[in-house]
Structures are given as structure tokens and as C-alpha cells.
């Protein structure tokens, strides 16, 4: 990454958590609310049976929602787990809301399944049709601004090596994190669709 790269994203990403920050718990469920419904309505998700979402920090759209659904529904639910100390991240498959209940926190207060927990992993055992990704910025185009870690651009490139038929992506935002502009490198992965209240950006 150029200095100059890294400087930008460094200042946008203190002004979204700035912006994020100002919004009152209220608004932040109602606009989840909103993004929620909006994603349930969708053919891509209606139609997928593996699905991949994150847990949300305080910060993000909820998923809470949006995960009861996706098992109850009958998909296949595969959720995050990330290797301390390491830039890699797997999607590995969540069984019911009682295993979900069952997993510890992580350090960001996220839940997760152990390490050492055997697992079904999703790009081994068939890959994945829908991945709802998290971010700090968006633009309708589908540029994305992480939190700098690279977890999502990783593995999403991981994907497209490993399944003859990418996922499609979709960003859930707040309207205050979708900007007319965010500054890209090569190695950042665009998103298919980055769906808010007012709208869908489709790249």
C-alpha cells in the first residue's frame, strides 16, 4: 500500500466512526430494520442456500435478524472465524441459534467458534452462493473501505479461486457509510451489490 493510499483511508475511516458514532442505538436498529427487510426481499438471497454472514460489532448493521432467518429458513449458515494474529479468515458453518448461543466471545466481543473446533468449512465442502460482507465505507458503485486487515478482501479472493462460480456479495450500511467516493487499491475486492436505507448501489 502507498503511503499516500494509506494516510487517505486512515482519515476516512476515523470520519466514518465518526459519523457512525453520532447515531443514537435507536436509529442504528431502525436502519437495520430497514436493510434487513430490504435484503430478505431480494432474488439473490431468497434463492441461495449457503450463506455466509458476519456477526456485527456495535458499529454495523445487525444480523441478528438476518442469521435467525437464514436458519430458520433452511439455508446452510457459515459465519466468520478469524485466526489471531494472522490475516486469515474462514467461513465455517453455524448449526442452530443454540450453537450460536453456545459460542464465547472474541476480543471485540464477538462471538465465535474455538479454533481448535472441528468444523465444516464452507470453501471446503461446496463453497459458498451468498457472502454479506461489513465494512466502514461504501459507494453505490461497490468500493468498499475495511477496517484494514484485509479478512474480506482475503478470502474473497480465496473464493473466486476456489469456486468455479463466484458468491454474491452483498454490503450491508448505514447512509451515513455510503460515500460518492473511497479510496481503492488493486487488492480490494468490489462488492456486487451494497444495499442501505434509500437504495442499492449495483456495480
Known amino acids: ?112 467458534p474455538p479454533l481448535a473446533e472441528a468444523r465444516e468449512e464452507a470453501l471446503a465442502s461446496g463453497g459458498l452462493q451468498l457472502v454479506l460482507v461489513p465494512g466502514l465505507a461504501f459507494t453505490r458503485a461497490g468500493h468498499r473501505l475495511g477496517r484494514g486487515r484485509g479478512y474480506y478482501d482475503r478470502f474473497l479472493s480465496r473464493c473466486r479461486q476456489a469456486q468455479s462460480e463466484p458468491p454474491c456479495t452483498v454490503a450491508l450500511a448505514f447512509r451515513q457509510q455510503v460515500l460518492e467516493h473511497v479510496p481503492v487499491e488493486e487488492s480490494d475486492v468490489p462488492i456486487d451489490l451494497v444495499l442501505f436505507e434509500g437504495g442499492a448501489g449495483d456495480c
Not at 499516500?4 to 459519523?19: C, F, M, N, T, Y
Not at 457512525?20 to 437495520?32: G, N, V
Not at 446452510?76 to 478469524?82: K, T
Request: with cysteine; charged share 30%; hydrophobic share 35%.
Open 1 to 112: 500500500m502507498s503511503s499516500s493510499a494509506k494516510i487517505a483511508k486512515g482519515v476516512l475511516r476515523q470520519k466514518v466512526k465518526e459519523e457512525i458514532a453520532k447515531l443514537s442505538m435507536e436509529e442504528r436498529i431502525r436502519q437495520s430494520q430497514v436493510v434487513t427487510k430490504n435484503l430478505m426481499a431480494l432474488p439473490q438471497y431468497q434463492q441461495s442456500k449457503r450463506v455466509s454472514v458476519y456477526l456485527n460489532m456495535q458499529d454495523e448493521i445487525q444480523t441478528g435478524d438476518i442469521l435467525r432467518d437464514i436458519l430458520q429458513s433452511g439455508k446452510q449458515c457459515f459465519i466468520p472465524r478469524y485466526e489471531s494474529g494472522s490475516s486469515r479468515m474462514d467461513m465455517v458453518r453455524l448449526h442452530s441459534l443454540a450453537d450460536f448461543d453456545s459460542l464465547p466471545l472474541t476480543k471485540w466481543k464477538i462471538k465465535q
